[in-house]
């Protein structure tokens, strides 16, 4: 870990596209018996115990399931001492930008979406990527017709996967299966609606039975969603992860020892959550300042994008180092393309029209905040609601706890055992 400190800033840590989300879902074909040409797998780094071939596997993405969090489970904790690893996230290490690495198995350098709230040439404005809007419209871009998988640079890994015709299933709560971000992500994959956690498990455990050999994936954000606003290391977050873990066992201990010993279980995050000491305020004055001097400013949690006209850079690189000061640090897009993997690390060489195309959406400015900082977007003297929600977690930059997240590949059947025990 320690190799992979970014030298531009003390106590941020780069991506590692080697052994990073990415390499998730090439390493789910590849146990599947259909290893995937030109995708890393993360096979060298999963201890001996951890299965190398099976004839299904389910898919627990568990959102912002970080080190801290991990700390705070019952069971994941004996299975990742036997079956587990560390991987790295992207950058940014915001939800979108995550799961569509992972999904699609690309690298936010060759994929479209490298942010939270970004910039798109069409429709020529600011887009939230989780819901696929523009920020204050009524409608989402899909809903005005706009196929938003126009945007892609390249085809990800679920829409040509391999193994023709390898059942397998998406399992998504139903407040966000069909729309936004994930109408993007998971190509040809059907998807499957629950309402309850307990719900998807169990829809999963009757996909599981029923298919001879594909794999599932179960997309929880229920650790993410708390830890934003009560932290990944308070006792509540325990309670929600020993949630998840039960209902998991119980799932498990439902299903047909055949279907069992040939199952996989692989559990990942998209990112960790750095929690907030101090903000920086966004609105007011220094909203008015950004407006007036910059084409648009973007967010992805801990992490701003600037979009610039040609004159605009000198005067708005100044001030923003002056407003942030020693919280964080602003970079220009040549400083971070590195941080995009592939082909802005070296591996390759991206051409012209390619490192436009991405900067046009990454910023031509990209400020990052130090761990422990976030930015407040509103006035907190304006919120008069009794027992207001304060945002105490947020992710986004490269603070350690963001970008490491732990990574299991174990037998199924160990969980039955631990669960029966």
Known sequence: MEALRWPLRPGFYRPDFARCLTGVMPTLFELLGHAPAGYPALRSYLPPGSPRRAR?????????????ELAQARRFPALYGAYGTWITSVFPTITSCALTSLYQALPPGRHCVPGHVIWKDFPGALVDMLRMAVPGADASLQAAGVDVNGWKREPGILERPPGDGLPCYQLLERTIMGSGLSA??????????????????????????????????????????LGHVLTGDGPQMGLIVRHIEESLAWMAGTLPPDVVSDTALMVVA??????VRERLPLYGKTQAWLDANTRAVGNSGRVLHVYLRPEQHAPVLAWLREFVGSRGAVFAFEEVKGLLGPPFDGSADATAEHEAWVRRSLGDLVVMLDDGY???????????????????????SLAWDEVFVPFLCAPLAALVDRASA
Not at 58 to 67: P, S, T, V
Not at 270 to 275: A, C, L, N, V
């Open 56 to 68: 299904r596997v389910l898919l627990l993405c568990l959102d912002a399931f970080g080190f801290k």
């Open 184 to 225: 993007l992500i998971y190509g040809a994959t059907p998807l499957v609606g629950f309402n309850a956690p307990l719900e998807g498990f169990t829809k999963a455990a009757a996909m599981l039975k029923d298919m001879e050999q594909g794999w599932v994936g179960l997309y929880l954000d229920a650790v993410d969603a």
């Open 270 to 275: 998209d990112h960790g959550q750095s929690t």
């Open 374 to 396: 976030n930015w407040q977007r509103r006035d907190p003297n304006s919120e008069r609601a009794p027992y207001p929600t304060r945002l105490v977690s947020q992710h986004g």
